[in-house]
């Protein structure tokens, strides 16, 4: 066959596949779910933040019941008793008097009403310390919310990632299916060999293996995600296709939110509060206590018959007393003192958590954003670079077609732009996982 045959019947295969559609996978139409849509379910269904708000809500609990720690404490009592007694008396001038099945009844109540006070201030410092449990609560549950939105946003968006995978892989499946049939039509017609249709396949079934374990690592990551949003894993839904990027983050301006807006420096800074109200408590202890003290007391006596004539058959009483009572510590064997010591070096651990929180959380922060910058001078690069390799692809396919080119140099160029697709499909994902991290460290994924 001369060279202007074979251009003829290329000429004809070309207008023959410009009809072919793409080869994808017959699936029932699923809805779609945003990130935001994510989000919503975690911040409703996840236990663990169902968790977190459990304890937040009963921190708040012991904050509002610290407010009665200034009511006085008031206590009813109150008691019935039935006698029946037998007595035996015997007097000086030897007389003697005995009777047996004497019943008698007796009532008794009683108020009593004990008011602090004066304890040394202990009360305001406990106060403010449940106060500050409270306002902890909150933080703690905050910085559970931010790690898990974070956790979610990174797990949707590697599905993202696997879905954008198996769409470069489909687009190789076409390249192949063409290779397929160019092959198998050079060989109908004498001009390819048996080698490079075999060829063709074989890679075309790799490619199809590779869709498989690829769909079922997409499925897997589904999965995990379903668990943390709190819903069965049959659950089926479908992602968006791309991954989007904030603008442009400075360094300057995370770093000078950290402290005022990084949840874990939050919480190193209200533990030092709690610590230093916990040693306003032991110190209170060195103090001496007054309390207000009243009662009022209620008695009845009704006995049926009495063997001593000066003993009543009925009495009651009732009335009121008060008065203050002061406690003054002396001595405890040194118990203030060591408690006292002990909150004194909890505080100061306290202080060098959030010391070392701080030069912890700043590292990160500069990690990361080394890492996000990174990735988006890789991002960039990959994005310039996955053009150049569609278009080598082409050019060498369509010199293939002629027979001016080999097997191995398609070969060579298909694997080149599967190897650029799969570096721009990681360099997105990890340039999103840096910006994530640094909101999280913001504080800014709420």
Request: hydrophobic letters at 40%.
């Given at each position: 066959m001369n060279k202007y045959a074979l251009i003829l019947v290329v000429f004809f295969y070309g207008i023959c596949q410009a009809q072919t559609t793409s080869h994808t996978k017959a699936t029932n139409k699923l809805s779609l779910l945003r990130l935001e849509d994510v989000i919503e379910q975690v911040l409703?269904?996840?236990?663990?933040?169902?968790?977190?708000?459990?304890?937040?809500?009963?921190?708040?609990?012991?904050?509002?019941?610290?407010?009665?720690?200034?009511?006085?404490?008031?206590?009813?009592?109150?008691?019935?008793?039935?006698?029946?007694?037998?007595?035996?008396q015997k007097f000086n001038d030897g007389a003697i008097r005995e009777r047996k099945g004497i019943q008698s009844d007796n009532t008794s109540a009683a108020l009593a009403l004990n008011w602090p006070i004066f304890n040394g201030l202990r009360i305001y410092a406990t106060r403010e310390r449940a106060a500050a449990l409270q306002q902890l609560g909150a933080l703690n549950l905050c910085n559970s919310l931010l790690n898990t939105i974070a956790q979610a946003s990174n797990s949707y968006y590697g599905i993202v990632q696997q879905k954008q995978q198996i769409k470069a892989i489909e687009e190789q499946i076409q390249i192949n299916q063409e290779r397929v049939k160019l092959a198998d039509y050079k060989l109908s017609i004498g001009a390819g060999t048996k080698q490079d249709l075999l060829q063709s396949k074989v890679d075309l079934n790799a490619q199809k293996a590779t869709q498989f374990e690829q769909a079922f690592t997409l499925q897997q990551l589904k999965n995990d995600l379903n668990t943390l949003m709190g819903q069965s894993t049959t659950y089926e839904f479908d992602v968006t296709d791309s991954i989007p990027f904030k603008p442009t983050l400075s360094l300057i301006e995370l770093q000078q939110q950290l402290e005022t807006n990084n949840p874990q420096l939050l919480v190193a800074q209200k533990n030092i509060t709690i610590a230093q109200y916990t040693l306003k408590e032991q110190k209170?202890?060195?103090?001496?206590?007054?309390?207000?003290?009243?009662?009022?007391?209620?008695?009845?006596?009704?006995?049926?018959?009495?063997?001593?004539?000066?003993?009543?058959?009925?009495?009651?009483?009732?009335?009121?007393?008060?008065?203050?009572?002061?406690?003054?510590?002396?001595?405890?064997?040194?118990?203030?003192?060591?408690?006292i010591q002990n909150a004194t070096l909890n505080l100061k651990r306290e202080q060098l958590v959030l010391d070392n929180q701080k030069l912890q959380i700043n590292l990160a922060m500069i990690q990361a954003y080394n890492q996000y910058q990174a990735a988006q001078q890789l991002l960039r690069l990959e994005e310039e670079n996955i053009v150049l390799a569609r278009e080598n692809v082409q050019i060498v396919f369509d010199v293939y077609r002629l027979n001016s080119s080999t097997l191995i140099q398609?070969?060579?160029?298909?694997?080149?732009?599967?190897?650029?697709?799969?570096?721009?499909?990681?360099?997105?994902?990890?340039?999103?996982?840096?910006?994530?991290?640094?909101?999280?460290?913001?504080?800014?994924?709420?």
């Open positions: 409703a269904n996840n236990y663990g933040i169902r968790i977190a708000r459990n304890d937040s809500a009963a921190l708040a609990i012991e904050k509002t019941f610290s407010k009665e720690a200034y009511l006085p404490r008031l206590n009813a009592i109150t008691g019935l008793v039935f006698n029946n007694n037998d007595q035996y209170a202890e060195r103090w001496p206590t007054i309390n207000f003290n009243s009662t009022y007391n209620f008695n009845l006596l009704d006995n049926k018959a009495v063997v001593n004539p000066f003993q009543p058959l009925f009495s009651r009483n009732k009335g009121f007393n008060y008065g203050l009572t002061a406690s003054i510590p002396l001595f405890n064997n040194g118990t203030v003192r060591r408690n398609l070969k060579e160029a298909q694997k080149s732009l599967q190897d650029a697709f799969t570096r721009l499909i990681r360099a997105r994902f990890q340039a999103k996982q840096a910006e994530t991290e640094l909101l999280r460290l913001k504080g800014e994924l709420l």
